[in-house]
């Protein structure tokens, strides 16, 4: 019988769970109660059906002392918890919507801001794979071989470049058939107007405050948060008219914690997850149109540019911020919430689903967190002697 160790990291770090909401109880667990639990078990709480195939198979129900039975009711727990949560924001007593299959993705334009690299670019192959239209844009020049994509240039912090381009973008994808979604029908709404919105485009200056200049930060401001403003403003009138569409943002673990070198780029992340809760209730309350979906992706550290020369300093903030990568944070919001049709708050890695905890420690445990991490050293650049009043 294979068992494993929560106190070797290792053993964790084999678990097929990983990054899994099993494998956190797992660790609670274990620390509260030191005992050995049955690999198969692990195994099986890959899914709530196989893991009620090994209850059924291998534990009395009516235990009260086995503890593999204690994990396993935990963990069927937090299964139930994470499908209320989605059906609960997308309409419980409404049927879950039908995956997207190949003909309806083709039925779709998707809007993809960033789209020249990162990211961006990744979301834009993903999408055109599953036969989805595309219209990305960036303020760089670029192109795209793929035969359902069009690339614009396009400056995402001014209005009236927003308006051009969703001129041309309706020219360009007149003869799209135009999807809904939740199969409402369709008035006024102009051939070519894109279904989906997603707001990738993001910058970075990784300065101290003192590093920073009005520009700068004027920037920042556009691009990581009025450009989001922008958008809705040109697209969602259309997705409101039809009563179904998905809007979506990139956000960060930066919206939730705030770190050395990035206080413009804290400030955005939290005002747009701030304007994601208004948006959502703005659209089921006022204009009424939950079927228009807003998702939200809090993702972690990146293998983009934006993150180039960040190191954490500590081991410990390695684990809990393991790099992830553009391919993996596309396959999370092209998958789970535009092909399942559903409003999501993605985090990823999983250990983002923790982060606002740090907000409820004191400041003694607040302040240690943070040092454990070693998160407000990971950039290189450091206070001058002017600015500390040496020179």
């Known amino acids: 019988m294979q068992s494993f160790s929560l106190f070797s990291l290792d053993g964790i770090v084999s678990l097929p769970i990983f990054n899994k909401w099993a494998c956190l109880l797992y660790v609670i667990y274990r620390n509260i109660e030191p005992l050995y639990i049955d690999g198969r078990l692990l195994q099986a709480a890959h899914s709530p059906v196989q893991l009620l195939q090994f209850l059924y ?18 963990i069927l727990g937090v299964y139930f918890g994470a499908w209320l949560n989605v059906r609960w924001r997308n309409g419980l007593l409404g049927a879950p919507q039908r995956i997207r299959g190949k003909k309806e993705w083709g039925q779709e334009l998707a809007f993809v801001t960033g789209g020249a690299q990162g990211i961006g670019k990744a979301t834009v192959e993903l ?5 989805c239209n595309v219209a990305a844009v960036d303020i760089l020049d670029f192109g795209s071989s793929y035969s359902n994509v069009k690339t614009y240039k396009c400056d995402i912090s001014s209005l009236s470049d927003l308006q051009s381009v ?24 102009a051939a070519g107007s894109p279904t989906m919105v997603l707001n990738i485009a993001g910058i970075n200056n990784h300065s101290l405050i003192l590093d920073l200049n009005e520009q700068k930060v004027q920037r920042m401001l556009d691009i990581n948060l009025k450009s989001h403003f922008l958008t809705a403003m040109v697209f969602l009138p259309a997705m409101i008219k039809r009563k179904a569409g998905h809007f979506c943002s990139i956000s960060s673990t930066m919206g939730l914690v ?11 992340k939290h005002g747009l997850l701030g304007m994601y809760e208004s948006l959502r209730y703005e659209l089921d309350k006022m204009y009424r149109v939950p079927h228009v ?15 180039n020369d960040f190191i954490f300093t500590h081991s410990l903030g390695r684990f809990l911020g393991p790099l992830v990568t553009p391919e993996s ?24 689903h923790l982060a606002p905890i740090a907000k409820t420690l004191p400041s003694w445990g607040r302040d240690a967190l943070q040092w454990s991490t070693g998160a407000d050293g990971a950039y290189p650049s450091r206070p001058t002697k002017q600015q500390l009043g040496e020179a």
């Open 57 to 74: 198979h291998n534990i009395n129900p009516w235990s009260i002392v086995d503890a593999r039975l204690k994990f396993a009711y935990a």
């Open 127 to 131: 999408l055109d794979q599953k036969g």
């Open 166 to 189: 969703a001129e041309c973008i309706k020219a360009d994808f007149a003869n799209v058939p135009s999807a809904s979604a939740s199969g409402l029908d369709e008035k006024n709404v």
């Open 258 to 268: 705030g770190i050395c070198h990035q206080s413009d780029y804290v400030a955005t």
């Open 293 to 307: 979906r807003t998702s939200v992706a809090i993702i972690g550290h990146t293998r983009t540019t934006l993150f």
């Open 329 to 352: 944070i596309a396959q999370k919001v092209v998958n789970d919430a535009l092909g399942k049709r559903e409003s999501r708050y993605i985090c990823h890695p999983f250990i983002n």
